[in-house]
């Protein structure tokens, strides 16, 4: 089975990006940069910027798959099932959906639609994007179910699974199914540059990218559906690795969004007519890995002296503000499969204290690895280890991605993480927790075959049979705990106060071809 690298760092890249059918576009960016670097607030054009946390990977959506790539995924490329703000599927490209059998679904795709260079979307384009997609380093437990994606005719697909998938809408609306150009597929294979150039399929097209600045994307004018087109000229994202640098950017009118707020930063924004903040219940989710192949961590009692050692609730206070759920369960709180902590642990530092005598063991010392941003929270995560008896060493990486190649390395047992749960456990513990996925997003780098043996009872037909699998996991997972699960966040973005069409669903912004200011 294949494993899935979620967040893999593009291997080379570019330093601008041509637009799409046009050529170099220096002079292009230049200009776009300059007028973004003027607007002040009360300056209200339909030339937005969203000041954005992190750079794009690649267009390649089978590159790398990171939070911080999909607001521009999802304005660049159609899909045959968009998400609702519970991250939910809902058609897009699919006008008619039928079920011949359970291995088998037969998707009628609107006519009318065009690639950014005037060329018909078609079943056959869908088709090769699927298999594009299933067959990626990144798709592993998400796509392994499909066997096959081949066009009927001009405008019906058809997806034939190996077992029956009733998640395959949702895995369906996953931007890593993004639909390309058949054609354009074929020539990339042979020269992958041509990504720096790509043929788009959604609202909008690229005009314009320079590396680590900004990319500028400008409406699709082949987009087939006007009551879902662009509502503005263009959307500049301006990347801003620095939370309170992009709050200055909107309260002084020189970004029109910005995708994430420092919850630290929510008083002074809630006190500043020119700003709203716009929030939602998250599905992004924070926890503590072990390496359970690793000393001291290859002890279960260990491990669960650790979930007894962590302060969730001081983690949230100090990291975001309270703004957020502590979470004891392996899934986010408004996952299909969620357990009200299954293994009834709380904040207990005497019980850590006798799990680790129980364990025979006494003067531990770990490495905990963390980002930069958690700084705050790793501080407690060390302090409350202190008070049971473990000295914990803090190694600072830069981003979260850095923590990835530590991993592959041996070189980061102990970390701090967070990821946007799938809203189906499905979709969310065989991808982080298989056998398969060590090496990737099995950080923990566990296996339990009993785990193993019940995945397949997640991809049954019917409903009960399905959750019974999910509570399953969780009391197996509560046990062995391979993750100190800490919370979820709250979603928050800051925008001007006068924008309309900002919409939140539970991973971020979205629906960014609505902001206007009309």
């Not at 006519?111 to 990626?136: E, H, M, N, P, W």
């Not at 049971?388 to 830069?398: A, D, P, Q, W």
Request: proline content about 4%; aromatic content about 10%; hydrophobic content about 40%.
């Amino acid at each position: 089975m294949k494993k899935i690298l979620c967040l893999l760092l593009a291997a080379v890249m570019v330093l601008s990006l041509a637009a799409c059918g046009g050529g170099q576009a220096d002079t292009a960016a230049a200009t776009d940069t300059a007028a973004a670097e003027s607007k002040q607030i009360g300056d209200h054009d339909e030339n937005m910027v969203v000041a954005l946390d992190y750079d794009l990977g690649s267009f390649d959506t089978a590159v790398r798959w990171a939070n911080e790539d999909f607001p521009i995924y999802f304005l660049t490329y159609a899909r045959l099932f968009e998400y609702d703000d519970n991250t939910m599927p809902i058609p897009a490209l699919v006008e008619k959906e039928e079920h011949p059998s359970e291995l088998e679904v037969i998707y009628t795709i609107k006519q009318g639609a065009k690639f950014s260079d005037g060329t018909d979307i078609k079943a056959a384009d869908c088709a090769a994007s699927v298999l594009y997609a299933r067959d990626s380093h990144l798709a592993g437990e998400l796509l392994d179910q499909i066997e096959n994606a081949e066009a009927v005719d001009d405008y019906t697909l058809k997806i034939t699974t190996n077992t029956a998938y009733p998640q395959l809408n949702i895995a369906l609306a996953d931007c890593i199914c993004s639909i390309q150009s058949a054609a354009f597929l074929e020539k990339a294979a042979a020269n992958p540059d041509l990504w720096q150039d790509p043929v788009c399929s959604g609202r909008y097209k690229v005009k314009s990218r320079v590396t680590g600045s900004e990319i500028v994307l400008v409406p699709n004018e082949y987009w087939y559906d006007d009551a879902t087109k662009a509502a503005n000229e263009s959307i500049t994202f301006k990347i801003v690795p620095e939370a309170a640098t992009r709050t200055i950017m909107v309260q002084t009118g020189e970004a029109d969004l910005a995708w994430s707020l420092n919850a630290a930063d929510w008083d002074t924004c809630e006190a500043d007519p020119n700003v709203k903040i716009y929030t939602h219940p998250s599905l992004r989710y924070f926890y503590l890995y072990m390496d359970v192949n690793v000393a001291p961590f290859d002890n279960k009692l260990v491990r669960q002296a650790i979930n007894y050692a962590i302060d969730r609730d001081n983690c949230l206070l100090i990291q975001e503000e309270g703004h957020g759920q502590v979470d004891y369960d392996y899934v986010a709180p408004a996952c299909v499969g969620f357990l009200n902590n299954p293994g009834g642990y709380k904040y207990d530092p005497e019980k850590a204290k006798a799990l680790l005598e129980e364990a025979g063991v006494s003067d531990l010392t770990i490495e905990l690895t963390a980002d930069a941003s958690f700084n705050s929270m790793a501080a407690l995560i060390q302090a409350n280890l202190a008070d049971v008896g473990i000295t914990c060493n803090i190694v600072t990486i830069e981003q979260m991605v850095d923590i990835i190649p530590l991993i592959d390395q041996d070189k980061a047992p102990f970390g701090v993480v967070a990821w946007n749960n799938a809203p189906d456990d499905a979709l969310w513990e065989p991808c982080m927790l298989a056998e398969s996925a060590i090496g990737a997003n099995n950080f923990s780098k566990y296996t339990n075959p009993e785990l193993e043996a019940s995945f397949a009872d997640a991809y049954s037909m019917d409903e009960n049979v399905r959750l019974e699998a999910y509570h399953k996991w969780g009391n197996i997972l509560a046990d062995d705990c391979p993750w100190v699960p800490l919370y979820v966040n709250e979603q928050m973005a800051l925008a001007n106060a006068d924008l309309k069409g900002v919409e939140m669903c539970a991973c971020q912004p979205f629906n960014l071809y609505k902001l206007t200011y009309k």
